[in-house]
Structures are given as structure tokens and as C-alpha cells.
């Protein structure tokens, strides 16, 4: 049963420190979507991959966030300083797209992050 | 005004009601319609993908009207485990093939 791992699952940080977060995308998947969940905007599209090259990224805080895709097996969310207003579930989904169709998207766990 | 907009809810019914769920979108350009569902404290799951005729998948049943630019669900005899968020979502027509979400629905079925 393939899945999006996450990793870590839970993660508590004080203010001005770097957060680093991972997922492994399903295999053979060829999207990698960032999102980030909280109580008052719901769920928000930070950025997204399409065969390990950034497609969109406008989602993002650009001066503390980046992501990337080092290799088809990994993609990472790095927050540097991080503030609390950070403070929220990251979820990383993958999909297969293919001849410009839009699949389904299948989430990871999602990585809850507390800045203090 | 958000691209898609739905009642959060709570929506309280007992088991075995019928409970319909609606969705506005702004975007009339908009290609592929969903419906996710979210546990408390999970990730959001495929329900059902809405086709422009309609479909049906059990007890659940989505409906799009592009006219309107709507989008329901229909649940009939609710069990305790349909508790949950429902998450409408659209994939708009940029070539972005991203989708959006809107803030969900909370459905609690009481016993």
C-alpha cells in the first residue's frame, strides 16, 4: 500500500530557529505539492513540483521558505528564521499528472509544527 | 472573495438523516471538481471526483452545475464514521493543475 511519509511528524521550536521538513512522495508519482493547514485559512497551496522542477511557488514567503526536490525520492520545506505565526500542519501530497489531466492527489501525514 | 467558498458547518445530524453539502466556486474556468474528506487530526482522503453528469458512489452522491458554478453532496442515511470535514476542491483551468481547496464542511452524526 504506497503512501506519502512525512517526516518529522511533530515538531516544537522556538522562534528564529530552522525548520526542515521532509517527504518521500509515492513512487512513480511525478507532482509533489506543499500545503499548509490552520484553523483560520484552511488549506493553502505553498508551492509545487512536477518532475522535480518548481512549477509554482507564488504560495510561498519567499524571504523564509524554500523548497526543493534534491531527487525524485525527496522533497523538503525549510523555514529559516521561523516565527510563530508559522505554526501549523505541513502537509506534502504527490500525483501522477500526466498529458495535462489533474489526478488525484494522495497527502502525506503532515508534519504539525509549534514555533514558540 | 475566496475561489471556493463552503458553509463550515457544524452541520449536526442523527444517523441515518440525509445531509446535503454546497460549494460555490468563483472561477468559471475551473475543469475538475472533488470532494475530499478529512478526519480530525489526519490528512485529507479522496471521496469522490464530480463529473458534469453527475455521480454517484453508494450512499454518496455529487452533483456539478457550471451554470451556477455549484457543486454539491449528498449523503443519505449517515453513519457514525461519515463524521468528518468535507473538502470541496477545483482544479482551476491556469495550467498551474493545482487544486483548491475550500475551508470545509465539519459533518457530526449523532447517534
Known amino acids: 500500500d504506497a503512501r506519502v511519509t512525512q517526516t518529522p511528524r511533530h515538531k516544537v521550536t522556538e522562534m528564529g530557529q530552522e525548520v526542515t521538513m521532509r517527504c518521500q512522495p509515492i513512487?512513480?508519482?511525478?507532482?509533489v505539492f506543499w500545503y499548509r493547514q490552520t484553523m483560520m485559512q484552511g488549506l493553502e497551496l505553498l508551492a509545487y513540483?512536477?518532475?522535480?522542477?518548481?512549477?509554482?511557488d507564488s504560495g510561498m514567503p519567499k524571504d523564509r521558505f524554500s523548497a526543493e526536490m534534491p531527487d525524485a525520492t525527496l522533497a523538503t520545506l525549510k523555514i529559516q528564521p521561523s516565527e510563530p505565526r508559522d505554526s501549523a500542519v505541513y502537509f506534502c501530497?504527490?500525483?501522477?499528472?500526466?498529458?495535462?489531466?489533474?489526478?488525484?492527489?494522495?497527502f502525506g501525514p503532515g508534519t504539525r509544527l509549534t514555533v514558540l | 472573495r475566496k475561489e471556493v467558498e463552503q458553509d463550515p458547518g457544524p452541520f449536526n445530524v442523527p444517523e441515518g438523516a440525509t445531509v446535503a453539502f454546497n460549494c460555490t466556486y468563483s472561477?468559471?474556468?475551473?475543469?475538475?471538481f472533488f470532494w475530499y474528506r478529512q478526519d480530525c487530526r489526519k490528512e485529507p482522503k479522496l471521496l469522490m471526483s464530480?463529473?458534469?453528469s453527475g455521480n454517484e458512489d453508494g450512499r454518496f452522491t455529487a452533483q456539478l452545475n457550471r451554470a451556477s458554478q455549484y457543486i454539491s453532496l449528498l449523503i443519505r442515511d449517515s453513519k457514525l464514521s461519515d463524521s468528518a470535514t468535507y473538502l470541496c476542491?477545483?482544479?482551476?483551468?491556469?495550467?498551474?493543475?493545482?487544486?483548491?481547496f475550500g475551508s470545509g464542511t465539519r459533518l457530526q452524526v449523532q447517534p
Open positions: 476542491v477545483v482544479s482551476p483551468d491556469t495550467g498551474r493543475r493545482a487544486l483548491t
Open positions: 513512487l512513480g508519482h511525478n507532482t
Open positions: 513540483f512536477r518532475n522535480r522542477a518548481p512549477l509554482d
Open positions: 472561477n468559471s474556468a475551473s475543469q475538475s
Open positions: 501530497a504527490s500525483g501522477l499528472v500526466v498529458a495535462g489531466s489533474t489526478d488525484t492527489q494522495y
Open positions: 464530480v463529473y458534469s
